[in-house]
């Protein structure tokens, strides 16, 4: 084992991320269940158990489980028979970005909000051109998008909305579920979410018909045993999978609510610190609190963000810098018109600056202020 691998597996290193996993007993019961029933994967028990769960946690009408957050995303474009140029944000994880780029569609990057993090509306409409089709926003850190405002261009245009929720698990506005915006959304329960079904993810869609057209699109496109009603894939999650995510929703609140601890602690020990920015709740909204971002102004914190990313990695700390570089920077990207840094100011700056303290349901509160510490300087 390596130097660096041997710290980040050693007890004393904090760890940025952390699954959330059931108890060992509560799933060897289900495991014990499932290989009575030898049932193992094709829309079985508890995947009808697991997408009613979810729809009834959520509050959403439809849910359709996936194997992981980057094909529903990829399904998504195939089903609305998205075409052209998508407006989209640099400032996400790669998969976003991919899902159009597997469809054969342009991605146009435009900024960011730097109260959120999201796609700046204001910005969205000097970007649409004859050939532009939908808006894919992302609800970034599980910050709510303006998702009036984007609904509203894209009324205006006759644009598809698709929203990539995967950091916005449980995430409501007023009461209401974000997942309710746009067209459709997607989330993923990959091991590092706040949700998590080892890998997974989800399509939430408004209505009956399209949520049949997607169980058929994720299940090869087959309507029944002899018809094939569209090139569909194969993304069906298996009965274990279900059943680990069933027992990880018995205990996901209890989860955001330790994270919530967390990021109150963070924002207590660290406002104070010259140099550092981060947000505080916004007002109505329900947090899941998967991530805590803070950015670094070198000036007048004194350290470059990389200088106190790798300072925290001397004292056993993992942050991680999330997102960066912007995926507009990537090479199957970077000579796009609307991939230059002049064209996104905003997100190429929170990039350099930003760095995701540790943060998951199992810190303690000695961990938390050992980063407050090392981040503060004292
Ligand atoms: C995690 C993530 C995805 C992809 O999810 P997988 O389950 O890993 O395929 C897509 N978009 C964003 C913003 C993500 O953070």
Known sequence: MNELLQKMMSRESIKVTSPLMPRLE???????????????????????????????????????????????????????????????????FVATTHALWWNGIKPVFVDVDPANGCLDPTKIEAAITPKTTAIMPVHVYGNPCDTKAIQEIADRHGLRVIYDAAHAFGVTVGGESILKAGDMSTLSFHATK?????????????????????????????????????????????????????LNLQQVDAAIASRRCVAEAYREGLKETKGLTFWNDLSGVRHNYGYFPIFVNAAKYGMTRDELYFHLREQGIY???????????????????????ENLPVATRMADEVICLPMHHELSEGDVQKVIDVVCRT
């Open 194 to 246: 706040v949700f998590s079904t080892v890998e997974g993810g989800a399509m939430i869609m408004h209505d009956e018909t399209t949520k049949r057209h997607i169980d058929q699109l994720k299940n090869f496109g087959f309507a029944g045993e002899t018809e094939v009603v569209a090139p569909g894939i194969n993304s069906k999650m298996d009965e274990l999978r279900a059943a680990f995510g069933l």
């Open 319 to 341: 942050g991680r810098r999330y997102f960066y570089p912007l995926i507009s920077t990537f090479s199957p990207y970077r000579d796009l018109e609307s991939a230059r840094p």
């Open 26 to 92: 509560d799933f060897t019961e289900l495991l014990r269940d499932i290989w009575q029933r030898r049932w193992i994967t094709n829309n079985g028990e508890y995947h009808r158990l697991l997408e009613q769960a979810l729809a009834d946690y959520l509050k959403v009408p439809y849910v359709s489980l996936f194997t992981n957050g980057t094909l529903p995303l990829i399904t998504a474009l195939q089903a609305l028979h998205i075409t052209g140029e998508v407006i989209t944000t640099p400032y996400s």
